[in-house]
């Protein structure tokens, strides 16, 4: 199984979706606060170029806030 990383903010909404869609199908990951964890910051950008969260990396996929299906098609071994 791939390595999944999440980074995340305190307040977003659609990081608590991705939480759920990831929890919901018995996928194991790695949560990065980045209001908390400037490393983790500087490492979303690096790999996204982007400050925009959810970032979620799913091996060497980076999927840039919560999509569904994307991250179905990337995680075809899961289901609820």
Do not use: W
Not at 9 to 36: A, G, I, M, Q, W
């Amino acid at each position: 199984m791939q390595d999944v990383e999440l980074y995340t903010t305190h307040s977003c909404t659609y990081c608590l979706r991705v939480k759920e869609f990831l929890s919901e199908r018995r996928v194991d990951f790695v949560e990065y606060n980045v209001e908390d964890d400037e490393e983790a910051r500087e490492r979303m950008v690096d790999l996204s170029s982007h400050t925009t969260v959810p970032t979620i990396v799913v091996g060497d996929e980076v999927v840039v806030g919560f999509d569904p299906k994307r991250l179905a098609k990337l995680l075809p071994g899961k289901r609820p």
